[in-house]
């Protein structure tokens, strides 16, 4: 699967070694703000994705 993707999507990995796995290169173990990604197609470009705690999440579903 990882051969056929073009675009490759990484969180916080817990390793340089996770990241390479990941985007054929480190960096994605250094990311510390929630939701904070690296998304690589040409480059490697960073991002900011929505983030929910867990909680957050419980709340919402309860009061929906």
Known sequence: LKANLN???????????????ILDETGAEKLTVPGRGLVKFIDTQEFQAMYLSEDQARELIKNK
């Open 7 to 21: 675009t490759k999507v990484a969180f916080r990995a817990s390793t340089a070694k996770n990241s390479e796995v």
